[in-house]
């Protein structure tokens, strides 16, 4: 029974091919030497405990719109004056409401570093991301060979890019920690495929990672206890959206879950 992510990733194949014949591998580069400078979004991150990556979302498959008074420009400035270290902005049209041109509104509204997040499968959507003006991409294990994690993460760090790679499970993990160690690690609590959260999925993963890698915990944080359970466990570092993006204020919702940073 196909799944939500074999769908995403069906019209992501499809969306690559319009792409392509729109706008060529030449044009994009060209796109890129015109693009604002890189924020280093590792560096922000890793100089902040706990380290927050807030994220701009308006949508998600599993529950519909979120926050239906959007704008990006607005949430980017109250995450960046409530603490975080950097956004995650989504740019996948037909399942999260996404736009490219989101993470240029929120990058414009404040000097946070963004994340690209969508679902890459080629490394045309790794330089696309640059040209979009994006710090960080993500490249999710479960959604990829270990060809093209290699090949999209070499791509990412050739264009000052920065890489979050995200895992699920243990054999994800092992997978991911096979690429350059300058790649970020993620844990999603999220089962992709049920769309299921389960906050185990971070504490158990983190056993299995060398002490000397950073482990971002994603998806279900929703209250100070969570936040608590994490750091208790030597987990400093987040990202998190739905649980702003559900409240009036994205800031205050920062600040409830995670106190004045």
Same mark, same amino acid.
């Given at each position: 029974?196909?799944?939500?992510?074999?769908?995403?990733?069906?019209?992501?194949?499809?969306?690559?091919?319009?792409?392509?014949?729109?706008?060529?591998?030449?044009?994009?580069?060209?796109? *890129?030497?015109?693009?604002?400078? *890189?924020?280093?979004?590792?560096?922000?991150?890793?100089?902040?405990?706990?380290?927050?990556?807030?994220?701009?979302?308006?949508?998600?498959?599993?529950?519909?719109?979120?926050?239906?008074?959007?704008?990006?420009?607005?949430?980017?400035?109250?995450?960046?004056?409530?603490?975080?270290?950097?956004?995650?902005?989504?740019?996948?049209?037909?399942?999260? $409401?996404?736009?490219?041109?989101?993470?240029?509104?929120?990058?414009?509204?404040?000097?946070?570093?963004?994340?690209?997040?969508?679902?890459?499968?080629?490394?045309? &959507? *790794?330089?696309?991301?640059?040209?979009?003006?994006?710090?960080?991409?993500?490249?999710? *294990?479960?959604?990829?060979?270990?060809?093209?994690?290699?090949?999209?993460?070499?791509?990412?760090?050739?264009?000052?890019?920065?890489?979050?790679?995200?895992? @699920?499970?243990?054999?994800?993990?092992?997978?991911?920690?096979?690429?350059?160690?300058?790649?970020?690690?993620?844990?999603?609590?999220?089962?992709?495929?049920?769309?299921?959260?389960?906050? &185990?999925?971070?504490?158990?993963?983190?056993?299995?990672?060398?002490?000397?890698?950073?482990?971002?915990?994603?998806?279900?944080?929703?209250?100070?206890?969570?936040?608590?359970?994490?750091?208790? &466990? $030597?987990?400093? @570092?987040?990202?998190?959206?739905?649980?702003?993006?559900? $409240?009036?204020?994205?800031?205050?919702?920062?600040?409830?879950?995670?106190?004045?940073?």
């Amino acid at each position: 029974m196909s799944t939500i992510l074999d769908k995403i990733i069906d019209r992501k194949i499809e969306e690559l091919a319009i792409r392509r014949k729109e706008r060529t591998f030449y044009d994009l580069e060209q796109l *890129v030497q015109a693009a604002s400078p *890189v924020r280093g979004f590792a560096q922000a991150l890793k100089a902040k405990q706990p380290g927050v990556i807030a994220e701009i979302k308006k949508a998600s498959p599993s529950k519909g719109v979120i926050r239906a008074d959007f704008d990006p420009a607005e949430i980017a400035q109250q995450y960046e004056e409530a603490g975080a270290a950097c956004l995650s902005v989504l740019t996948d049209i037909d399942f999260f $409401q996404g736009a490219d041109e989101n993470i240029l509104i929120a990058r414009q509204n404040c000097n946070l570093p963004a994340l690209r997040k969508d679902f890459l499968i080629d490394p045309y &959507n *790794v330089v696309e991301a640059r040209a979009l003006h994006a710090d960080c991409i993500l490249l999710i *294990v479960a959604s990829l060979s270990d060809q093209q994690l290699e090949e999209m993460s070499k791509t990412a760090f050739e264009h000052g890019l920065d890489v979050l790679v995200e895992v @699920h499970d243990e054999k994800e993990l092992e997978r991911a920690l096979l690429l350059d160690e300058r790649c970020l690690l993620g844990v999603n609590n999220r089962d992709l495929k049920t769309f299921k959260v389960d906050l &185990n999925n971070s504490l158990r993963i983190k056993k299995q990672l060398p002490a000397s890698r950073l482990l971002i915990t994603e998806s279900g944080i929703a209250t100070p206890q969570d936040v608590a359970l994490m750091q208790e &466990n $030597q987990i400093h @570092h987040f990202l998190v959206g739905e649980s702003f993006m559900k $409240q009036p204020r994205p800031d205050e919702a920062f600040t409830a879950l995670f106190g004045k940073l």
